[in-house]
T-cell receptor, first 108, second 114 residues
Framework: GEDVEQSLFLSVREGDSSVINCTYTDSSSTYLYWYKQEPGAGLQLLTYIFSNMDMKQDQRLTVLLNKKDKHLSLRIADTQTGDSAIYFCAGGYSTLTFGKGTMLLVSP | KAGVTQTPRYLIKTRGQQVTLSCSPISGHRSVSWYQQTPGQGLQFLFEYFSETQRNKGNFPGRFSGRQFSNSRSEMNVSTLELGDSALYLC?????????????FGNGTRLTVT
C-alpha cells in the first residue's frame, strides 16, 4: 500500500514563506492532497494537484509535484500566525493514505 | 452548502460497551469514508461506503462496522470497546469516491473509553 512521509515540525516567522515537504510511494495516485487541521477540528481541504501536473498555485499556496522523485511540497507565502496548524499530505488510488502531519508554528 | 456533520462531538464509554457514531455527508455526495485518528498511529482508514455498499475496508478488527443509508447518511459502530479505541473518529464525504474526488471532513467525534 501507499506510504506517505512528512517532516514533523516546522517553525517560521510571520511574513516568511513556509515549505512543507512530503514523499510518497504509490505512483498510481490520481490526485495528491494537502489538508490543514487546527486544534479540536477536523481536516480542512487546502488544495490538491492532479498527478499529471507539476505545479498548482492557489492564492498564497503553491504546490509542487516531482513525479520522478515522488516528492510533493506545499509553499505558503507570507505566512501568518493564523496558519499555525498541522498540515497533512495524502495520496493513494483506491484509498487515501495520510502522512503523520507537519506541525507548523508561526511566531510573530 | 452545509458541510459534513458528525454527531455526537464527544462520547465517554466504558470498556465492553458499544457505540454508534453518525455522519451526514455534504448534500449530493454519495461516498462516505471513516478514519480513526490517534496521536500514535495518525490517520488510519476504516472503511468507505458508496451508494449503500462498502467499497473498501481498512485493517481493523470485525468489532468495527459501518453502514450507509439510502440518503447517504452513514453510521459507524464499535462493539466491545477497548481502551485503545479512544480516538478522534473522522467522517469524510466525497462526490464520487476517494479515487476520483476530494474528501471533505467533518469535525469528528472524540471517543474516550474508560
Amino acid at each position: 500500500g501507499e506510504d506517505v512521509e512528512q517532516s514533523l515540525f516546522l517553525s517560521v516567522r510571520e511574513g516568511d514563506s513556509s515549505v512543507i515537504n512530503c514523499t510518497y510511494t504509490d505512483s498510481s495516485s490520481t490526485y495528491l492532497y494537502w489538508y490543514k487541521q487546527e486544534p479540536g477540528a477536523g481536516l480542512q481541504l487546502l488544495t490538491y494537484i492532479f498527478s499529471n501536473m507539476d505545479m498548482k498555485q492557489d492564492q498564497r499556496l503553491t504546490v509542487l509535484l516531482n513525479k520522478k522523485d515522488k516528492h510533493l511540497s506545499l509553499r505558503i507565502a507570507d505566512t501568518q500566525t493564523g496558519d499555525s496548524a498541522i498540515y497533512f499530505c495524502a495520496g493513494g488510488y483506491s484509498t487515501l493514505t495520510f502522512g503523520k502531519g507537519t506541525m507548523l508554528l508561526v511566531s510573530p | 452548502k452545509a458541510g459534513v456533520t458528525q454527531t455526537p462531538r464527544y462520547l465517554i464509554k466504558t470498556r465492553g460497551q458499544q457505540v454508534t457514531l453518525s455522519c451526514s455527508p455534504i448534500s449530493g455526495h454519495r461516498s462516505v469514508s471513516w478514519y480513526q485518528q490517534t496521536p500514535g498511529q495518525g490517520l488510519q482508514f476504516l472503511f468507505e461506503y458508496f451508494s449503500e455498499t462498502q467499497r473498501n475496508k481498512g485493517n481493523f478488527p470485525g468489532r468495527f462496522s459501518g453502514r450507509q443509508f439510502s440518503n447517504s447518511r452513514s453510521e459507524m459502530n464499535v462493539s466491545t470497546l477497548e481502551l485503545g479505541d479512544s480516538a478522534l473518529y473522522l467522517c469524510a464525504s466525497s462526490l464520487a469516491g476517494q479515487s476520483n474526488s476530494p474528501l471533505h471532513f467533518g469535525n469528528g467525534t472524540r471517543l474516550t473509553v474508560t
